[in-house]
């Protein structure tokens, strides 16, 4: 399966300030996820947003889906030291296989 | 939310042997789960899709006899990796999925660090 493309590869930040991950995809899609990866760890979901959703909150969580530009983007807002992690995008494919993006390591110093 | 369990979380075996990782929905069932393989940095990459009662999925490039997967009940996935080498070296994860008010997510395991010496 082919994989979506995410940006930036690696993302350095002090605490407090926003972090925003973008994610490209390929084919259509019927939802779009967000997951998020500790070190040597497993993944835990975030968030989903829907096919015909624009924006969607959870918390200091934000994601964007822009389907015609078949893209989506991620803003942690004031972040921790605890979000420092790898963030994935995952798009649900022919038997709900999902699809991950290359994902973004976050850094956020203190 | 949903608990996947992954067991072992870490397993080092000699080249040759064969190593069995679990993959146990612990409040649910799961007629299908999935099995991923990441390498360091590097994303997910789907390896088969394990249904209950019936033979794997693999994905292109994935070699089910060294891969065997067995999905006897609605709560257990296993996969063993045969005659392990050294470029099995990896971290396997597995998921299921839930399906809740319309939207399907995934639940994934803890993952398994396998290091083949």
């Known amino acids: 399966s082919q994989q979506g493309e995410e940006d930036p590869q690696a993302l350095s930040i002090q605490e407090g300030e926003n972090a925003t991950m973008n994610c490209s995809y390929k084919?259509?899609?019927?939802?779009l996820q967000w997951y998020r990866q500790n070190s040597g760890r497993g993944l835990v979901h975030l968030i989903l947003?829907?096919?015909?959703?624009r924006e969607k909150h959870s918390g200091r969580l934000r994601v964007t889906l822009d389907t015609s530009k078949k893209s989506s983007s991620l803003l942690i807002t004031a972040s921790r030291a605890a979000d420092t992690a790898s963030y994935f995008c995952?798009?649900?494919?022919?038997?709900?296989?999902?699809?991950f993006g290359t994902g973004t390591r976050l850094q956020v110093t203190l | 939310g949903a608990v996947v369990s992954q067991h072992p979380s870490r397993v080092i075996c000699k080249s040759g042997t064969s190593v069995k990782i679990e993959c146990r929905s612990l409040?649910?069932?799961?007629?299908?789960m999935f099995w991923y393989r990441q390498f360091p940095k590097q994303s997910l990459m789907l390896m088969a899709t394990?249904?209950?009662?019936?033979?794997?999925?693999?994905e292109q490039g994935v070699e089910k006899d060294k891969f065997l997967i067995n999905h006897a009940s609605l709560t257990l996935s296993t996969l063993t990796v045969t005659s392990a080498h050294p470029e099995d070296s990896s971290f396997y994860i597995c998921?299921?999925?839930?399906?809740?008010?319309?939207?399907?997510?995934?639940?994934f395991g803890q993952g398994t660090r396998l290091t083949v010496v």
């Open positions: 394990s249904n209950e009662g019936s033979k794997a999925t693999y």
């Open positions: 409040d649910f069932q799961a007629t299908t």
């Open positions: 084919t259509s899609i019927n939802n």
């Open positions: 995952a798009t649900d494919g022919t038997a709900s296989k999902l699809t």
């Open positions: 947003i829907r096919s015909n959703e």
């Open positions: 998921s299921a999925l839930v399906q809740s008010w319309g939207d399907t997510e995934a639940f």
